[in-house]
């Protein structure tokens, strides 16, 4: 980081990825599945962390509230209506974490990125270029079908990788 930054250019990305799992078997939350969650959107965070932008925060919802489900009596639509909350005052843009899939609430916080009009991301290259202040013309958005309902991604034009992948998530280290 070279110098001060003016806090008024800093974008604020948001982490969007599966957090809570329940164990039907033993009718109770899965604790390591949850753990395995906010593992892996911490480890998106890093990633965006790592990127060669300055003017950019990353918060990550999962690291925000971990284990309240077992620390507090909140209930999961408190968190979510939160989390749509920080979205639509402070998301600049969010990244998910390849599980999102799976995962009721980030579908919910991707179409309210989509109806904000604001950008989401499936790998870090498109993100960082964004950041950078790559003009909108130069990125293309993805239209992704599942289970009738359409999700938006931003993608720079040129971009032959595809998304993340958990394995990449899974093994980034600096």
């Not at 990305?13 to 753990?35: E, H, L, S, T």
């Not at 950041?131 to 938006?152: H, M, N, Q, T, Y």
Request: overall charge negative; charged content about 25%; hydrophobic content about 40%.
């Amino acid at each position: 980081m070279t110098g001060s930054i003016d806090d008024r250019d800093v974008k604020i990305v948001i982490v969007c990825g599966k957090y809570f799992v329940w164990d039907a078997q033993r009718n109770m939350p899965d604790y390591a599945a949850i753990d395995r969650n906010i593992f892996l959107a911490r480890q998106v965070q890093r990633m965006c962390f790592q990127l060669p932008n300055d003017n950019v925060f990353v918060f990550c919802p999962h690291q925000n509230t971990a284990h309240f489900e077992f620390l507090t009596t909140v209930a999961e639509p408190q968190y979510q209506a939160g989390d749509r909350a920080v979205i639509r005052r402070m998301g600049d843009a969010g990244i998910v974490v390849p599980n999102w899939t799976d995962s009721s609430g980030t579908k919910m916080e991707i179409e309210l990125f989509n109806e904000l009009g604001r950008p989401v991301f499936r790998e870090t290259e498109s993100l960082s270029a964004w950041i950078g202040g790559l003009p909108d013309f130069k990125f293309e958005v993805e239209r992704v079908e599942l289970e009738g309902r359409s999700f938006l991604f931003w993608k720079l034009k040129d971009l032959t990788r595809g998304p993340l992948t958990m394995q990449e998530v899974n093994d980034y280290t600096l």
